[in-house]
């Protein structure tokens, strides 16, 4: 397993290494992960889009809906009949539960050991001492001090290892993950109607 890691980590190197050369500032390269969460989120999305049947999806969920206002009107009622037969059909309403939950989770299915290798790759290379120092209010806005807290397990108190997975040493500064997430969510609807897939909220 190292042997393929090690592998896959320095494909990954050779072809990242030159673009973080050409980045504008390769010493604290934050346009490669920009760019890199966007590829990621490229990734995603088309999986989403073509391991998904989003019609049947969609019908499903407006039957799951009609379904909960049926009972939930029915046990207003207090009518045992409907309430029996209602128990009958909530048989199939939870086959159909089933089957989109499965649905919902083949993307990720698909996309999480990927996904997964990458960050663990960016960890161990250069990028790994990315850091961005925020405005002091989208620092807060987004809970950064509350992800700190949580993150921080050791590491040194060197200013350039700003890093310890999520901790930091620099005044309202997120290291590479929190960079990462920032841009994946201000990616996410963008590339969403990229591919061609409703948005999110």
């Not at 890199?36 to 999986?47: M, Q």
């Not at 309403?93 to 299915?109: D, G, I, N, T």
């Not at 700003?162 to 590479?176: C, D, E, M, Q, T």
Request: net charge positive; proline share 6%; with cysteine.
């Amino acid at each position: 397993m190292p042997d393929i890691l090690g592998s896959i980590f320095s494909y990954l190197d050779q072809v990242f290494n030159p673009i973080i050369a050409l980045d504008p500032n390769p010493k604290n390269p934050l346009l490669t992960i920009f760019l890199i969460a966007f590829l990621l989120s490229i990734f995603t999305n088309l999986a989403q889009k073509y391991l998904m049947d989003h019609e049947k999806l969609d019908n499903m969920k407006k039957k799951s809906s009609e379904f909960q206002k049926k009972m939930s009107a029915v046990r207003k009622s207090g009518d045992d009949k409907a309430m029996s037969k209602m128990q009958a059909e909530q048989q199939e309403f939870m086959k159909a539960q089933s089957e989109m939950m499965m649905m919902s989770f083949k993307p990720m299915l698909v996309t999480i050991v990927p996904f997964g290798l990458f960050l663990w790759w960016i960890r161990t290379s250069s990028l790994a001492h990315v850091y961005v120092s925020l405005p002091t209010f989208p620092y807060w806005l987004v809970l950064t001090p509350l992800w700190h807290s949580i993150g921080i397990y050791g590491g040194s108190p060197d200013p350039t290892v700003v890093f310890s997975f999520i901790g930091y040493y620099l005044p309202n500064a997120v290291g590479w993950l929190g960079w990462y997430m920032l841009c994946s969510f201000a990616l996410s609807q963008v590339v969403r109607k990229l591919v061609g897939l409703k948005s999110a909220f």
